[in-house]
């Protein structure tokens, strides 16, 4: 069952942040964050363990929290090239599921 | 280093016709999987190899659907005969362990089934 990311868009201006949120119904054993720009493939950005670990990727961060079963990625002083659709993908029963993503337009 | 290595990048067919697609993974990478994306949505995982071994190919619909890794290098995913429902871009991802985790995605290959 894939989860569920919210907003599905989300417009910002240069400096801006924002926040996307994935939640899954089923128990997780870790969350993965991609992003991909139109036309290309995926980019791997982290992957949080459960523990509730924080990690940080220049100035994109995100959480896990493993009670919830729900993980959020910080986008800070939004820049263009943070421009893409970000797909989190869950991690349980042995399988990796992606939601349907969420797309992300940074203006000038 | 090399990236993940897809080919065709596009593919237009008849709907009946049979289509294939070959993936060559990041050199080293023993786990390989095949995922389809359609339009709006996330990849959706079809088939995860270790090595030689598929290891997980419940989400792969068998009845048209195959994909071979010889000698655990490179892949092929068939369809066979293909659907106007196939139409999605097919990616391949490789990553260095087994298990989950960070993957590196090829290209893609941009399937339209006429």
């Known amino acids: 069952q894939q989860p569920v990311q919210s907003p599905q868009a989300v417009i910002l201006r240069e400096g801006e942040d924002a926040v996307i949120n994935c939640s899954s119904s089923k128990a997780l054993y870790s969350v993965h964050w991609y992003r991909q720009k139109h036309g290309e493939a995926p980019v791997f950005l982290m992957i949080?363990?459960?523990?509730?670990e924080q990690k940080g990727h220049d100035k994109i961060s995100a959480s896990f929290n493993e009670k919830k079963q729900q993980s959020s990625l910080y986008l800070t002083a939004s820049q263009l090239s943070y421009s893409g659709t970000y797909f989190c993908?869950?991690?349980?029963?042995?399988?990796?599921?992606f939601g349907a993503g969420t797309t992300v337009t940074v203006r000038a | 280093e090399a990236g993940v290595v897809q080919s065709p990048r596009y593919k237009i067919i008849e709907k009946k016709q049979p289509v294939a697609f070959w993936c060559n993974p990041i050199s080293g990478h023993n786990t390989l999987y095949w995922y389809r994306q359609n339009l709006g949505q996330g990849p959706e995982l079809l088939i995860r190899?270790?090595?030689?071994?598929?290891?997980?190919d419940s989400q792969l619909p068998k009845d048209r659907f195959s994909a071979e890794r010889l000698k655990g290098v490179d892949s092929t995913l068939k369809i066979q005969p293909a659907e106007l429902g196939d139409s999605a871009v097919y990616l391949c991802?490789?990553?260095?362990?087994?298990?989950?985790?960070?993957?590196?995605f090829g290209p893609g290959t941009r399937l339209t089934v006429l």
């Open positions: 993908g869950t991690e349980g029963d042995y399988k990796l599921s």
């Open positions: 991802a490789s990553s260095h362990a087994g298990g989950f985790v960070s993957q590196y």
């Open positions: 949080l363990l459960k523990g509730g």
């Open positions: 190899y270790e090595n030689e071994e598929a290891v997980d």
